[in-house]
C-alpha cells in the first residue's frame, strides 16, 4: 500500500507583501482614505498610467504637467475616453507624495492617486503594485523622470489595438 500526500504550496493569486496602510489611497479633498481597485475587478477606466516615484519631488511635476496635458487633451477630444494616473511613491525621503497629492487635489482622485509605500521596494515594486492596484483596461507605466513623451502614446496605442485585432502574439516594448 502507497500512501501519497500533496501539500498545495501555491496560492492562485500572488503575494503583494502589501501593508495594510498600502491599500488606501488619501482623498485630500474630504481626508478620507479609500481603499485601491484591484487588478482582478472590472476595468473601470479605459487606461491606468503608473508612475513608480523614489525621491522625485523635483522631476515630478514637470513629468505629470505633461502627463496630464496629454491625457486632458484626448479627454476633450474623445469624450468616452477615461484615465487614472497612480503615482507609486516607492518609500521616498523628500516630498514626493505630497508633490503627488497637489495633483489629486487639482484632478481629482478619480484621475490622481497615490500610492505611498512604506518602505523601498524598488522599481519593480512599485510597477507591479501599482498595476494590481490599478483600475484600467490598458496599462502603461512611465518614469517620473519624464524619460518618455505621451504625445507618443497614440502610435503605442495603434500598434497594440493592431496586433489585438490581428489575433497575432507579440510582445511590445521600449520607449515611445
Not at 108 to 130: H, I, P, Q, S, Y
Amino acid at each position: 500500500m502507497v500512501l501519497v500526500i500533496v501539500l498545495m504550496t501555491s496560492v492562485p493569486y500572488p503575494d503583494l507583501g502589501r501593508c495594510k496602510s498600502e491599500e488606501y489611497f488619501l482623498d485630500p479633498n474630504d481626508k478620507k482614505k479609500k481603499k485601491f481597485a484591484s487588478l482582478l475587478s472590472t476595468p473601470e477606466v479605459q487606461l491606468s498610467v503608473i508612475v513608480p516615484s523614489y525621491n522625485e519631488e523635483k522631476r515630478l511635476p514637470i513629468m505629470m504637467d505633461e502627463c496630464l496635458g496629454y491625457l486632458e487633451s484626448r479627454k476633450a477630444s474623445t469624450p468616452e475616453f477615461s484615465y487614472e494616473v497612480i503615482v507609486v511613491d516607492d518609500g521616498s525621503t523628500d516630498k514626493t507624495t505630497e508633490v503627488a497629492l497637489e495633483y489629486s487635489v487639482q484632478y481629482g482622485t478619480d484621475k490622481v492617486r497615490v500610492l505611498t509605500f512604506e518602505k523601498n521596494r524598488g522599481k519593480g515594486g512599485a510597477v507591479r503594485l501599482g498595476m494590481f492596484s490599478s483600475r484600467g483596461e490598458h496599462l502603461l507605466f512611465a518614469d517620473a523622470d519624464g524619460a518618455s513623451t505621451f504625445s507618443d502614446y497614440s502610435k503605442l496605442e495603434e500598434k497594440l489595438l493592431s496586433i489585438c485585432q490581428s489575433n497575432k502574439v507579440e510582445l511590445i516594448f521600449g520607449r515611445f
